[in-house]
């Protein structure tokens, strides 16, 4: 369970974030990767070299270091979440010509390969992503990614019967299953929804009037499930007065986050644990700086890449 989305300022800067909802025990950490950086694929020996810089929230265990969301030197900027129900991955016997990369490496690969969202398609043409199990959760997670960049480019990756896709992302928010062109369909149940008051009606000469303000956001969903996140999310940043500038701008996007955020005890898991926001992050596409916050410490933290 996350919610991502962009937000762009009225200086022209991007910022691109998302919360981290999970219900098994990870401790994310900052990691700068510089270019030409040689790592190992978690699918073979095989080296793989970065093109670029980047800064990253990750987590390394049992020797396998994998990135949850980050932006790199030319301004792109990727996260992953979860796609319970949908993913379908490719086997490693399949497309044997394509390189082959690990789903839970997939997100390093962009960061260190990709300049703009505009790259995507040639970088992806010649790749084939297999799942394979994460160390946190002992499973082949079932995944899909968001990415944007400092162009205001955003687009959708998601491994599906069909394939890989690449879907442009006109809205820039993203959540959980179903699929991205659901959620996008499942905005036209909320188009009544309103930041203007309700007014009076009459219903069989019986004056109905509005309990106070707010009387057009009520068909708003209010629980914690994927489509009421991103129709919430959807909603907030579509009415959101443009902000003049990056704090205005970064103080509007955890605003927003905090109508998803989800607290401890409201979700409970199959497996008895909670399933709650971990962290909230937004990057600043431009100067390549984080903004973030944890659970236990709602003071928001920076941190650059250069």
Same mark, same amino acid.
């Given at each position: 369970?996350?919610t991502?989305?962009?937000?762009r300022?009225?200086?022209n800067?991007?910022?691109?974030g998302?919360?981290m909802?999970?219900?098994h025990?990870i401790?994310?950490?900052?990691y700068?990767?510089p270019?030409?950086y040689?790592w190992?694929g978690?699918l073979s020996?095989n080296q793989?070299?970065?093109s670029y810089?980047?800064?990253?929230l990750?987590?390394e ?13 030319k301004?792109f900027a ?6 319970a ?6 086997t ?8 082959q990369?690990a789903s839970?490496?997939?997100?390093h690969y ?5 300049? =703009? ?7 992806l043409?010649?790749?084939?992503v +297999?799942? !394979?199990?994460?160390p946190?959760?002992? /499973?082949?997670?079932p995944?899909h990614w968001?990415?944007a960049?400092?162009s205001g480019a ?9 394939g890989l896709?690449?879907?442009n992302?006109?809205i ?11 959620h996008?369909?499942?905005l036209?149940?909320?188009i ?6 309700t ?7 019986v004056?109905?009037?509005p ?7 009520f068909?708003?969903p209010?629980g914690?499930t994927?489509p009421?996140?991103?129709?919430r999310?959807?909603y907030?940043k579509?009415h ?5 500038d =990056? ?12 109508? +998803?955020s !989800?607290p401890k005890g409201?979700v409970i /898991?199959?497996r008895n644990t909670y399933?709650?926001t971990?962290?909230t ?5 431009d100067t ?9 410490d709602i003071?928001?933290?920076?941190a650059?890449?250069?």
């Open positions: 369970m996350c991502a989305m962009t937000l300022s009225g200086s800067e991007l910022f691109f998302r919360t909802d999970f219900s025990d401790i994310p950490q900052l700068i990767i270019s030409s040689v190992y978690s020996n793989i070299r970065d810089r980047f800064i990253g990750g987590q265990l049992d020797g396998l270091l994998g990135f949850f969301d980050g932006v790199n030197e301004g990727a996260a992953v979440l979860y796609f129900g949908y993913a379908q991955y490719d490693k016997t399949a497309h044997r010509a394509a390189e990369i839970i490496d997939f997100l962009m960061l260190g390969r990709c300049a =703009s969202v505009k790259e995507l398609p040639s970088l043409k010649d790749i084939t +297999v799942g !394979i199990p994460d946190v959760t002992r /499973t082949i997670a995944l968001i990415v960049d400092k955003c687009a959708v990756i998601e491994p599906t019967a069909k896709e690449l879907i992302n006109p820039g928010v993203m959540a959980n299953s179903p699929d991205f062109p659901w996008m369909t499942n036209r149940n909320y009544g929804a309103s930041p203007t008051q007014e009076e009606v009459s219903w069989d000469n004056p109905l009037t309990f106070g303000q707010a009387g057009g956001t068909p708003l209010g914690f994927s009421e996140r991103f129709v999310t959807a907030l579509a959101l007065p443009e902000p003049k =990056s704090d205005e701008a970064i103080t509007a996007c955890f605003h927003i986050m905090e109508s +998803v !989800i409201a /898991t199959s399933d709650y971990k962290y992050a937004f990057i600043n596409t390549c700086e984080y903004f973030y916050k944890t659970y236990d003071n928001v933290r920076t650059s890449l250069w």
